[in-house]
C-alpha cells in the first residue's frame, strides 16, 4: 500500500475545527484509493508561542521538510495582536514556514460553484464563467524587505519633527521575478493561454522591472500565451466588473494577498477560497483565509476552503487527480443538494439546511 506523511499543522483560531475535516476527507480518499496517508500534528503560530514562545519551533519546520506534504489551518488572533515590535507574532511562522520550504508560488483558484451562484454579493450575470487562478508571488517583496521600527532622535521630513519611524522595504531580484513568471505561464498553458500581469509601473521600480521580465519571459519562452499588463488599483476595480476575462493573474506578494480576498469573494465566501504553496521541495497547501478569531470556538466555520486545499495536495504532491476529481464532486453534490454553512446560507436557505463545520465534512465524506 502506498503511503504519504503529511504534517498538519492546527494554528489558531477555527484552525483546529476546519483541519479536523480536511484530515477526515484525506483519509476517506484514502481509503478508497488505497493510500494511508498518516497525519501528524505539529505547532506552529499562537499555539506553538503559547506552548514554546516561538512561532515556528524548529522541530516543526524539520517535521514540514521531512513530510511529503504539509497540510496548513491558519494562525493568529487578537490574544497575539501586540503593538511591542520585539514581540513574537504567530504570522511569523506562516512567513517563516513559507520561507523555510522555499515556497515561492502561491496559487489560489477562484471558481464558482453553479449552487453558490446567489450567494455571492455580485450579480449572477458577472460571474457567470469565473474561473481564474492567482498566482502570488509568496517568498519576496513587500513582507520579506528590510524592516524597522524606531525612535528618530534627529527629526526629519517637512516640519523636523521628531517621532517614531518605520519602513518596510519592497525588493525583488531577477531570479525571482523569472521564476514566479515561469509558474504562472505554465499554469496558463494548462488553462486558457493568457497571463495577466499586476503591478504599479506606474509608481513602482520593481513594478517596472517586473513588467519587463514577464515580457522577456513571456515573449522569449511562451510566445502561444497572451499577457496583458493591469495596474493593480485598476485590477482591484476590474476584478468585480469583469471577473470572467481573467485567466492566470500573476502578481507581487502584497497585491496577490489583497486580490485574493476581493476575489474570493466573486465565489461567494472567503471559506471557499484554497491555496497551495509550492516551491522546489514539501509543498503546503491551506485555504486562503485567516484564523476567523470572531467564529472561533463555535463549529460553524465553514471547512470547504480547507477541504479543497487537500483536493490541491492530491493533484499537485501525489498525482491523485481521480481522487482530486472525487473531492470536487462531492463538494459540488452537498453544495446542489442545498447543504449551507453558515457564511454561504442567503435569504432562501432553508434553516434544516444550515449545517455546522463537522456536518458539513461529513456530509463531503458520505459523497465520496
Ligand atoms: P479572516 O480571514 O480570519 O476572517 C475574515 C472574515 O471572514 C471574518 O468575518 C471571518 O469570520 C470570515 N471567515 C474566514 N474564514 C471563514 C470560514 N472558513 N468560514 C466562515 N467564515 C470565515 O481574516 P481577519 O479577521 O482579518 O484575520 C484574523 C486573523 O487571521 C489575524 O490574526 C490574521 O493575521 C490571521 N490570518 C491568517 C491567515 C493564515 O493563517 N493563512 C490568513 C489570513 C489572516
Ligand atoms: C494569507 C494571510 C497571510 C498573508 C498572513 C496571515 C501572514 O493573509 O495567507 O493570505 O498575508 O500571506
Ligand atoms: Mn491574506
Known amino acids: 500500500m502506498t503511503q504519504y506523511n503529511i504534517c498538519t499543522l492546527p494554528g489558531d483560531g477555527i484552525g483546529p475545527e476546519i483541519i479536523a475535516e480536511g484530515v477526515k476527507v484525506l483519509e476517506a480518499v484514502g481509503k478508497k484509493y488505497d493510500v494511508r496517508f498518516t497525519c501528524t ?24 521538510k521531512a513530510a511529503d506534504a504539509v497540510l496548513l489551518a491558519a494562525v493568529g488572533g487578537p490574544k497575539w495582536d501586540t503593538t511591542d515590535p520585539n514581540a513574537p507574532r504567530p504570522e511569523a511562522g506562516l512567513l517563516g514556514i513559507r520561507k523555510g520550504l ?19 454579493t455580485l450579480k449572477p450575470e458577472v460571474i457567470d464563467g469565473v474561473d481564474l487562478m492567482i498566482v502570488r508571488e509568496l517568498t519576496g517583496g513587500l513582507y520579506f524587505g528590510k524592516r524597522e521600527r524606531f525612535y528618530d532622535e534627529e527629526g526629519a521630513g517637512t516640519n523636523g519633527a521628531k517621532g517614531q519611524r ?21 499554469a496558463a498553458r494548462k488553462r486558457r493561454n493568457k497571463v495577466t500581469s499586476v503591478d504599479k509601473a ?7 522591472m517586473w513588467r519587463e521580465i514577464v515580457h522577456r519571459i513571456g ?3 511562451y510566445p502561444d500565451v497572451e499577457i496583458e499588463d493591469l495596474l493593480v488599483d485598476n485590477t482591484a476595480m476590474q476584478l468585480i466588473n469583469r ?31 484554497a491555496s ?25 466555520a465553514n471547512p470547504l476552503a480547507q477541504i479543497l486545499s487537500v483536493e490541491m495536495m492530491l493533484r499537485y504532491s501525489f498525482n491523485m487527480n481521480e481522487a482530486a476529481d472525487d473531492i470536487r464532486r462531492a463538494v459540488t453534490e452537498v453544495l446542489d443538494e442545498g447543504w449551507r454553512t ?16 463537522v456536518g458539513m465534512g461529513d456530509l463531503v465524506v458520505s459523497h465520496l
Do not use: W
Open 41 to 64: 500534528d505539529a505547532l506552529i503560530g499562537g499555539a506553538a508561542i503559547d506552548a514554546c514562545g516561538n512561532p515556528l519551533p524548529d522541530e516543526t519546520l524539520e517535521a514540514a
Open 102 to 120: 522555499g515556497l515561492y508560488t502561491n496559487l489560489r483558484p477562484v471558481q464558482i460553484f453553479d449552487a453558490l451562484a446567489g450567494a455571492s
Open 166 to 186: 518605520a519602513y518596510d522595504t519592497l525588493e525583488y531580484r531577477e531570479y525571482e521575478i523569472e521564476r514566479i513568471a515561469r509558474q504562472a505561464f505554465e
Open 202 to 208: 506606474n509608481v513602482l521600480e520593481t513594478s517596472r
Open 219 to 221: 515573449e522569449q519562452e
Open 243 to 273: 471577473p470572467a476575462d481573467f485567466d492566470v493573474v500573476v502578481t507581487e506578494n502584497m497585491f496577490g494577498d489583497i486580490l485574493s480576498d476581493e476575489a474570493a469573494q466573486i465565489t461567494g465566501s472567503l471559506g471557499m477560497l
Open 276 to 300: 497551495a504553496s509550492l516551491g522546489d521541495s514539501t509543498a503546503l497547501y491551506e485555504p486562503s483565509h485567516g484564523s476567523a478569531p470572531d467564529i472561533a470556538g463555535q463549529g460553524i
Open 342 to 357: 453558515g457564511d454561504l446560507k442567503d435569504a432562501s436557505t432553508p434553516a434544516d439546511k444550515v449545517v455546522g463545520t
